[in-house]
């Protein structure tokens, strides 16, 4: 008999660039009841409402939001530090955390936190990072975006975090996603057919989420 007792982990979830919590949040709620029912998920608003037109436009309702600026050729970024210093209050103020979901700009941010936060340059006054949940993502410093200043150490060793990694088949970051596994001691990987989204999970998704769930129960 299951043990009714058991702590469900508590994720911050943090939504793609120009889009919201409620966004993500309605894409993550599509995953199956089974899997929902055993997290407890909290979506965020980035900080800073969106400075220019949405992807998303006409499919979801705004407001939009993102989490920091790049220039075009995201080699620049503009306030990565303010970015850090809010999602540290919100996890003050909401947590304890113990893990993080990133989709797209929030997958980016989230694969780099727990090797800033070793290094001590984010997230120093809130628990140590458990467990990462990666969709879209791609590293800070890769082959398409430059490295924030505080984010230079962020992959100088192997990261030591539980991750499960969606990748796209058909995303346009799939090349970076599949980089970004390099950073991690033993990243989990669920493949999936579809594009730049949050997928829906297939049988054999499923059971890979449904293990790593087990595997962070354990941990926490």
């Known amino acids: 008999m299951e043990d009714q007792t058991q702590r469900k982990p508590r994720i911050l979830c943090l939504h793609g660039f120009r889009t919201s919590g409620e966004i993500l949040k309605q894409l993550v709620l599509r995953w199956p009841e089974s899997v929902i029912q055993n997290l407890d998920l909290v979506f965020p608003d980035g900080q800073f409402p969106a400075q220019g037109r949405s992807d998303v436009e006409g499919i979801f309702d705004p407001p939009y939001y993102e ?65 990462l949940i990666v969709i879209s993502g791609a590293k800070f410093g890769g082959n398409k975006f430059g490295m924030p200043e505080l984010a230079s150490k962020a992959f100088s060793k192997p990261i030591d975090c ?59």
Request: aromatic share 12%.
């Open 67 to 131: 989490w920091f600026q790049a220039n075009e050729d995201f080699s620049g970024y503009r306030n990565f530090e303010e970015c850090l210093a809010y999602i540290e209050d919100f996890m003050l103020k909401n947590g304890p955390f113990d893990g993080i979901l990133g989709f797209s700009q929030g997958a980016i941010l989230a694969a780099a936190l727990p090797g800033m936060q070793a290094q001590g340059v984010a997230l120093g006054k809130v628990e140590k990072i458990k467990f």
């Open 162 to 220: 539980l991750s499960l990694h969606f990748i796209g088949e058909k995303d346009f970051m799939k090349e970076e996603s599949v980089a970004l596994l390099e950073a991690f001691q033993n990243p989990v990987v669920i493949h999936h057919p579809k594009g730049h989204t949050v997928p829906k999970l297939d049988d054999k998704s499923l059971e890979i989420m449904v293990n790593f769930i087990d595997s962070i129960q354990r941990m926490i």
